[in-house]
């Protein structure tokens, strides 16, 4: 729990700095911010999410290919701690 609290202050810090230097966000970090605010919303100990259902979802949001979106999905859910799988379990 401190990791997501520690990292939203991070994100906080930084969107503060970019509005204080009068930057907007580029497209890349309004991604990332929204990746991290959908993983930190997953129960840490919850059944594995579907990772391309996950970045196909958002893929669609940013008209972006699932390709693209999944690096970063997979990074920033290891960053915090979330559980997932590639495609449909079977069993």
Do not use: W
Not at 44 to 49: D, E, I
Not at 66 to 88: F, H, T
């Amino acid at each position: 729990m401190r990791s997501v609290c520690h990292q939203k202050y991070r994100l906080i810090r930084r969107l503060v700095e970019l509005g204080a230097e009068g930057k907007e966000m580029t497209e890349q970090e309004e991604l990332i911010q929204d990746i991290r605010e959908r993983l930190g919303e997953m129960p840490k100990r919850a059944l594995p999410f579907n990772l391309l259902a996950f970045t196909t979802t958002i893929g669609q949001r940013y008209s972006m290919t699932e390709d693209k979106i999944m690096p970063l999905v997979m990074k920033e859910a290891e960053a915090l701690g979330v559980n997932y799988r590639i495609g449909s379990s079977s069993g």
